[in-house]
Every structure is written in structure tokens, then in C-alpha cells.
């Protein structure tokens, strides 16, 4: 016994007018329009304190900006085909540009790792898959402000507090 099961492609939808991040959109409006009326009030009213009206308005002006780029960034569209990467299903045309871009990242990482061995430096390790040296029975001397020394063994915690 078979099934038939129909398919049917899937379809974005289309958004009109301002695009999908409407509310973005009328806050960088309301935004400009706040904006230039405080300006312009700073401009033509006659004030004594006509800068400050000048400069709060070119601040909520720059401001609305932020909403402009989030309404920008809402309103693009991806193809299905790109979102492919992002969900771990890399394209076999870019499988080999990828290994490459790693190996020189490898290669150039590990340059600058040793170099700054070389030079005494202490380098942070097991951020790259790397295995951690081991420092099991070495001795670890803190000497605070009263010169007074404490040593503890990596297998054994030691807390003591300090009273000011």
C-alpha cells in the first residue's frame, strides 16, 4: 500500500509597502520628525537657549539612525540556498576553500604561538582543541603584602582569607 505525498514549493512572502520591520521603520520616522521640529525650534524660536534646542535635536536626529539600520537589517532577504551553511550542510564547492582557509589559519596561529614561547611569554593553551600540559605536583609560592608565604600543591586547594 503507497501513499502518494505532493510536495509543493515553498514560497516566501512578499511583504509591501515598508517592508517587514514596520515598526523600525515608524520609529526612525517619528524620530526624524521629533528631531528636526526640536531643531528647528532651536533655529527659529528665538530663544535664549536656542543651541541647546539645536544640538537635542541633531542628537535624536543621529539616534534615529539605530532604528533605520535595524529596519535595514529586518528587511533582508535571504535565499534559501545560502542559509545552507548555517545549519552544517556545507556545499562540496566551498568544502575545499574552507580546508585551506584553516590549514593557513593553523599554520599562522601556531607561527605566532611559538615565537611567543620564544620569547618567554606565557601563551593560553586548549583554545584550539590543543591538550593542556599537565602541572600535577608542581609548587605554587603567593607571597601577599605581609610577606607571608603560602604555598600550595596543584593536587590540594589551599583558601585562606585576607583581612584588611
Known sequence: MSTAVEAQPI???TYGG???????????????ILGVFIMMVGVFGGLPIHDLFIY????????????????YSG??????EDLEDDVGLMKLKNQRISKVVRRVSDRLSDGIRSSLRRN?????EGSAGRKKPSNLGAELSLF?????????????????????
Open 11 to 13: 514560497t516566501e512572502k
Open 18 to 32: 515598508v517592508g517587514r520591520c514596520k515598526c523600525s521603520f515608524w520609529f526612525a520616522v517619528a524620530h526624524d
Open 56 to 71: 537635542a535635536g541633531a542628537i535624536i536626529i543621529f539616534l534615529s539612525l539605530i532604528w533605520w539600520v535595524f529596519w
Open 75 to 80: 528587511n533582508i532577504d535571504v535565499p534559501p
Open 120 to 124: 618567554g611569554r606565557p601563551v593560553p
Open 144 to 164: 601577599t603584602i605581609y610577606d607571608n608565604a603560602i604555598i600550595s600543591h596543584s593536587k590540594e586547594h589551599v583558601r585562606e582569607t585576607v583581612l584588611m
